[in-house]
Every structure is written in structure tokens, then in C-alpha cells.
């Protein structure tokens, strides 16, 4: 907690344990007085709710996303701050790269973290969605699907004379990977030569509002 005044304080941390301690009839708990900002004070309470227990992995995820952008963490110090590994970070980040609708049956405990992770990046993630939840799919099942899928899209974008287009090479597909979960959003790299293109896509006018603050220019 901290200390507003003369008597009075704040509890940054531990509300719910103290609120149970009174349940119990307990009315003296050891505390902890500390001189925090009120970005501190805001930091603390997001890491707090992070670590509930009844968070969705969509829940988890934006608020690692918002102490990444209110604070300047990076994954690395977004793992060490709430007690996880940096590949759970990545992993639930990458999540917020999906529909908003498809975000949501994650959300409403109807599509699996694991049925998740397999749609990111696919062009009809949310027709995907809608058919494993229809069949009940497993992830495995789900994996085959988008993998046919994605097969087929190749045949049909092969050049003429039956020669396939080069396909990225590995570090490609990580920095690619690394962008969409740092940006929140679907990030495309085409890269050639010493130059090339990079492609933000977004599902809503709010991810477009966003892409156009983080630029330092007006959204729509």
C-alpha cells in the first residue's frame, strides 16, 4: 500500500486477500508502506490482475499488451515482472493478431488457446473458427484443415509454366511473428534484394486508430 495522507492509505496490492482476511475476522495483516507514482500504482494493479487465476488467455494477453505500451516493457520484462515464461508471453501476444470475433469465442471458453494458435496468420481464421466449434474439431484436426487450406492457396498462386512462388525463409516468418505479437496486429514482410515491403493489417477502425497514433498522425 501507500500513504495518501496523515491516517490514510491506499492498498496497491492484495485488496482480495484483504477482503478475505475480514471475512475471517482477521483485522490486523502485516503490510508493506511503500512511495509509489501513480503510473507505479497502475503498473502494480495490472501485474495484480495478470496473475488471477480466472483470466481468459484474450484477458491475459491485453494486459501484457498494455504493460508493453504504457510502460515500455519489452517480452522479456513482461515474463520476469508476472512470473512466466517469455514463450507464454509471445504465445497469448500472438493471440491479439486474430479477429476480434475470433478473439471473442477465445474469450467465451468456446475455441481452445491451442485451436487459437493454430489460426494465427490464416486469411479465413474466422470461417475456421466457426467450422471447429460446428464439428467440434480437435487441434490436431483444426492443424490438418489449415494446412489443406493453405496448401490449396499455394497450387492456386503458383506461376504460370508450374513453377511455385519463393516462399519467405525462416528468419522472415520469426521477425514477421515478433512484429504481429509486438504491434498487436497482422504484420506481412515481403522482402527482395535490399529493399522490400511491410504490410500492417488490421480487422477494425479502433487497430487502424492505433497503427495511425503509433505513426503520430490522425486516425480516420
Not at 482476511?21 to 490482475?49: F, M, T
Not at 508471453?89 to 500472438?94: E, K, Y
Not at 509486438?182 to 492505433?210: F, P, R, W
Request: aromatic letters at 2%; glycine letters at 10%.
Amino acid at each position: 500500500m501507500r500513504e495518501l495522507g496523515p491516517e490514510k492509505y491506499q492498498i496497491v496490492a492484495g485488496e482480495r486477500r484483504w477482503r478475505a482476511c475480514q471475512k475471517a475476522g482477521i483485522h490486523e495483516v502485516p503490510v508493506a508502506v511503500r512511495d509509489l507514482s501513480d503510473a507505479e500504482v497502475l503498473e502494480i494493479a495490472i501485474i495484480e490482475n495478470i496473475q488471477r487465476q480466472d483470466l481468459t488467455a484474450i484477458e491475459e494477453a491485453v494486459g501484457f499488451k498494455q504493460l508493453m505500451n504504457e510502460f515500455g516493457h519489452t517480452q522479456e520484462a513482461v515474463a520476469d515482472v508476472v512470473g512466466k515464461r517469455r514463450s507464454h508471453v509471445t504465445n497469448l501476444l500472438r493471440l491479439l493478431t486474430l479477429p476480434e470475433k475470433v478473439q471473442t469465442l477465445v474469450g467465451e471458453g468456446l475455441l481452445t488457446m491451442g485451436h487459437a494458435r493454430t489460426l494465427i496468420g490464416s486469411d479465413d481464421a474466422l470461417e475456421f473458427a466457426r467450422r471447429i466449434i460446428k464439428e467440434g474439431l480437435s487441434v490436431r484436426q483444426t492443424e490438418a484443415l489449415v494446412s489443406d487450406a493453405k496448401g490449396g492457396k499455394q497450387k492456386r498462386q503458383a506461376r504460370p509454366g508450374g513453377s511455385s512462388s519463393r516462399g519467405k525463409d525462416a528468419d522472415t516468418i520469426a521477425l514477421e511473428k515478433d512484429l504481429s505479437a509486438a504491434m498487436g496486429l497482422k504484420v506481412s514482410i515481403d522482402h527482395e534484394g535490399e529493399g522490400g515491403n511491410v504490410v500492417l493489417s488490421y480487422t477494425t477502425l479502433d487497430q487502424l486508430d492505433e497503427i495511425c497514433s503509433k505513426l503520430g498522425v490522425c486516425g480516420m
